[in-house]
């Protein structure tokens, strides 16, 4: 199969199978929302002013990673960026306190990207050990699941109140 092949409405070649390569399709949505995880924990976080002076070199970074690795098939630049992202998240979350509750969802965010991570790389170990499903596939779903954690955390959280000191 051609690289880009398996990318398609369901890229079900890749999650039956870990020798299929998948395209620029499946890392453009996984840059376009690490950048936009990453972006909305500065909103929250340090400010708005600052998440959209970021928006733009944001988009061109990951656009830029992705056609780098289609003109070149090296996917070093895009990792990079990727690992930026997914470090420069957590460190902002660690760093600066959430102006919203529920903002220590994003930990259990950033545990479900790492398990996704680990699949990834572990692809086709994963897919022999089990015989019914690739890393691949395993990947997309801890993916579904920090998504999962994400509506969750923006779907219950209120802002938070000051208290007054006695």
Known sequence: MERGEATNFTNTPAFANPN?????????KVTTTLAGLLLSQVADRIGVRTANALLIPAIVVGAATVWYWRASDNLVPYGIAQGYAA???????????????????????????????????YDQAIYRMLEVVSGHTLKHLAAAAAGFVVCAMLARRTVKTERASP
């Open 20 to 28: 299929v390569t998948v395209g620029s399709a499946d890392f453009s």
């Open 87 to 121: 470090i420069a998240t957590l460190w902002i979350a660690l760093a600066f306190p959430s102006r919203y509750t529920c903002g220590s969802y994003i930990y259990w965010a950033f545990a479900w990207f790492v398990i996704a991570k680990v699949c990834e790389t």
